[in-house]
């Protein structure tokens, strides 16, 4: 089973202590990212960690090897919207569960989204479930 990882997850790669081990296993396994996430993930390495950016280009690349990238289209967008008006998310979370739910996955990790929440997916025609899951709590 593919499961897709947020951002505010990826970013503890980068660090030392248990928090980063348990990314190392997350992307051992079959991982979805977007390119959202890819540019989110460049975005607070550039400017909250001062990371050069030869740094931020080989963990990128890193990233596109390992996992399977989805692309950001106006389906997600539009899925992403429906998403904003049903749960309350704000437009980049609603982006990422949109991501998700268009992806093979059915679980989403994420560290600030609400952990054990069920999202259905609006404008499937098979209600498909994306579960949000906080991996530092499995832990």
Same mark, same amino acid.
């Given at each position: +089973?593919?499961?897709? $990882?947020?951002?505010?997850?990826?970013?503890?790669?980068?660090? /030392?202590?248990?928090?980063?081990?348990? !990314?190392?296993?997350?992307?051992?396994?079959?991982?979805?990212?977007?390119?959202?996430?890819?540019?989110?993930?460049?975005?607070?390495?550039?400017?909250?960690?001062?990371?050069?950016?030869?740094?931020?280009?080989?963990?990128?690349?890193?990233? $596109?090897?390992?996992?399977?990238?989805?692309?950001?289209?106006?389906?997600?967008?539009?899925?992403?919207?429906?998403?904003?008006?049903?749960?309350?998310?704000?437009?980049?979370?609603?982006?990422? !569960? /949109?991501? /998700?739910?268009?992806?093979?996955?059915?679980?989403?990790?994420?560290?600030?989204?609400?952990?054990?929440?069920?999202?259905? +997916?609006?404008?499937?025609?098979?209600?498909?479930?994306?579960? $949000?899951?906080?991996?530092?709590?499995?832990?």
């Amino acid at each position: +089973m593919k499961a897709f $990882i947020d951002t505010n997850v990826l970013i503890y790669w980068v660090d /030392a202590g248990p928090r980063a081990d348990v !990314v190392e296993q997350l992307l051992a396994n079959d991982c979805v990212i977007s390119v959202q996430v890819l540019n989110e993930f460049a975005n607070v390495l550039g400017k909250k960690r001062a990371m050069a950016l030869a740094d931020i280009q080989e963990l990128s690349n890193t990233l $596109i090897d390992i996992c399977e990238v989805v692309d950001l289209s106006v389906h997600t967008h539009q899925t992403a919207l429906a998403l904003m008006a049903s749960y309350k998310l704000s437009l980049y979370d609603a982006n990422i !569960v /949109a991501a /998700a739910g268009l992806s093979t996955c059915t679980v989403l990790y994420s560290e600030d989204m609400q952990d054990g929440m069920n999202v259905k +997916m609006p404008l499937s025609k098979h209600k498909k479930v994306v579960s $949000i899951r906080n991996p530092f709590r499995l832990a």
